[in-house]
Each structure stands twice: as structure tokens, then as C-alpha cells.
């Protein structure tokens, strides 16, 4: 689908800020304008993102210039994740401001439409969730727990009644584990609830048999696959201590390790050290920053707070951190 189908504020934004679309999100975008469900598969960098929200984008735009567009949510947004939930929200303000902006300009003399948009997870204030039910959003990000949550109470309920859309990220994340199911569980609670067949949009990595994924996204009829997965070339490399591993690593093993990693961290701009718990990467952040600097390293788990979190990846993207140690809580979305 061209850019030539949106709505000319819509197109001029994309095309002076991205240039021109990649094929997963024409593909990706003929299905979603015809009202199927659609899957889009395909690596990180290759605007899965904007290939699902745009058609949305364009519609309540075109609503919004038209005089149409209530307070109501149309689209839910969900992330397996909390941090990539806060970073989908921010990825979303800017083309909101642009093409509000854009709007302003082409149109001169007429009210651009306001566009809103929010996040809803275990981190909101108390404050901001009762906002939200008194006057929606737009667009609901939001991640399964909380999903689920806000279709069991009968307010949130009703807030979610005119969604048309709901998008889920990274679903090879969560297919096969019991988060997967409930969340599975949970989508058709929210159709179920909508007074508007809701579409399905799934995005996911490259992942076989990619019917499968599409089998667990649901819906009516056979869902759209846009199916644009590649592996990239991967510069590999398989490093272990001198000493053999055995269950319980001595102190002499770890000091080995600490030093070849302050080694990696000091010849590249940025590094992320993955580790399996939390106590962990506090501990191996601890011993890094004792070699690299206190500046330079920090942890991201999940029992930091909300505002320790985003620090800490509003200064790895910044380049304010030379390495970042941290759980699955940043793994995906990267």
C-alpha cells in the first residue's frame, strides 16, 4: 500500500521523516487498511511499530479533522514488557506533535486534531489511572497483567468498549509460556466486550513455523501474514573462564570474568550485560563499576523503581553509560 493512500498530513510526515516505507510495512499496511487480521514478522529496525499504528494514526486524524473524534479508546497497544511499553509511549509522542503540527500548516484556520495517547502498568499513579477512566485515551499502552486487570473492573471495562484495534508486541516472547495463554485469554475477554469487531494486529521476530504465531493471535478468519523475516549476520563469539565451570564459581573465576568484561565495556561506545537475576546484576554491576567507574555502569531490574528504570535507559540512549547490566526486564524491543 503507498504512502499516497494516507491522509496527506499523515504522508508528508513519514516521508520527511523516514523517507520511504520498508516492505513489511507496505505489505503490513494493505492487510490492516482491508480489516483483517495481520501478523507482521520481521527483524528489529524494519518499523514493524509504525507499519501496525499508522492506518489507526491515519483514521483518527482524518476523525479529528472532520470533527468526529470523541474521547474514546480506539486502540490498545500491548507489551510484554514495562520498560518497552514507556518506550512504544514515547516513540508515539512525536509523530502525534509532528502531524498535529503539520496539520496546523497545511490547513491554516482550522483546529489540528488532538491525538492522545497513555500508558497504563503496574508503575501508573493512582492519579493518572483515574484520569484516564474519566476522559480516555486514544491510544492504550498498556501490558497483559494490565489488560487483564482493567477487564475486570466494571469502569475500565466500559472504557474499553469502543477499541477497534488491539496490537500486540513481541509475541514470540510470551507464545509458549503460561503468560502466552493468558494473555490469549485475555484478547478474547476484549473482544468480547468491544462493541466493534475488534482486528488483531501481532507483531513478532523472525520465528518458524510463523503460523503457529499466527494461530495464537486469534480472531475470525485466517489472519494476514506479512512474513519479511531474515536472519542478520551475527558477530558471534563464545568466551569462558580458564578455570573449568562448576556449580559454585570461585572467587578467582569471577574476578576472570569481571576483568575480560571491563576489557569488552572499555573498547566499545555501549555494552548490555545480560544476567539471570536480579541480585545478579547488582552484584556484577557492582564489580564493573569498581573497574570501569560508578558513572559509566548501573543495573535495570524489575524491583527498581519506575523512576531508577527509566534513568537508567534514558541515559544508556543518551550514551551517558558505557554498559548497562540488566534482566529480561530490557531484553526485548531492543
Given amino acids: 500500500m503507498p504512502l499516497s ?4 498530513v499523515v504522508a508528508r510526515w513519514f516521508t520527511e521523516r523516514l523517507g520511504e516505507p520498508t516492505p513489511a510495512q507496505r505489505r503490513g499496511w494493505e492487510a490492516i487498511r482491508a480489516g483483517r487480521d495481520t501478523l507482521i514478522s520481521a527483524p528489529t529496525g524494519s518499523g514493524k511499530t509504525l507499519a501496525a499504528f499508522l492506518i489507526a494514526l491515519d483514521d483518527l486524524m482524518r476523525e479529528g479533522l472532520a470533527g468526529t473524534l470523541t474521547d474514546e479508546t480506539r486502540v490498545v497497544y500491548v507489551s510484554p514488557l514495562k520498560a ?23 490547513s491554516p484556520g482550522e483546529a489540528p486534531p488532538r491525538i492522545t495517547a497513555a500508558v497504563r502498568s503496574g508503575d501508573t499513579p493512582a492519579s493518572e489511572r483515574a484520569a484516564m477512566l474519566k476522559t480516555p ?26 477499541v477497534r ?13 503460561r503468560r502466552g495463554a493468558h494473555l490469549s485469554l485475555t484478547l478474547e475477554r476484549l473482544a468480547h466486550v468491544t462493541r466493534h469487531p475488534l482486528q488483531r494486529i501481532g507483531l513478532s521476530a523472525t520465528m518458524e513455523p510463523i503460523e503457529k504465531v499466527a ?13 519479511e523475516g ?20 570461585s572467587a578467582e573465576v569471577w574476578e ?6 571491563a576489557e569488552l565495556i572499555e573498547s566499545h561506545r555501549t555494552t548490555l550485560v545480560f544476567v539471570n537475576t536480579r541480585r545478579m546484576a547488582e ?17 535495570h531490574h524489575g524491583s527498581l523503581s519506575k523512576e531508577t528504570r527509566l534513568d537508567a535507559e534514558e541515559r544508556l540512549k543518551a550514551g551517558k553509560l558505557r554498559a548497562l547490566v540488566a534482566t529480561a526486564s530490557l531484553e526485548l524491543g531492543i
Avoid: C, K, Q
Wanted: proline share 6%.
Fill in 230 to 249: 531474515h536472519r542478520r549476520r551475527l558477530d558471534l563469539a563464545l568466551e569462558l573462564p580458564g578455570a573449568p565451570l562448576e556449580a559454585v564459581m
Fill in 215 to 227: 494461530e495464537w493471535l486469534g480472531g475470525t478468519g485466517e489472519p494476514a501474514i506479512v512474513n
Fill in 256 to 261: 576472570e570474568v569481571y576483568a575480560r568484561l
Fill in 165 to 177: 484495534t488491539v496490537i500486540v508486541d513481541e509475541i514470540h516472547a510470551v507464545l509458549e509460556s
Fill in 5 to 8: 493512500h494516507f491522509h496527506p
Fill in 283 to 299: 552484584r556484577v554491576s557492582r564489580h564493573l563499576a569498581d573497574r570501569v567507574g560508578a558513572e559509566a555502569i548501573t543495573a
Fill in 84 to 106: 518497552l511499553s514507556a518506550d512504544i509511549h514515547r516513540n508515539l509522542a512525536e509523530p502525534r506533535r509532528e502531524i498535529r503540527r503539520l496539520a496546523e500548516e497545511m
Fill in 137 to 162: 485515551p486514544h491510544i492504550l499502552v498498556t501490558t497483559p497483567e494490565s489488560l487483564y486487570l482493567l477487564l475486570t473492573a466494571a469502569r475500565s471495562r466500559e472504557m474499553l468498549r469502543n
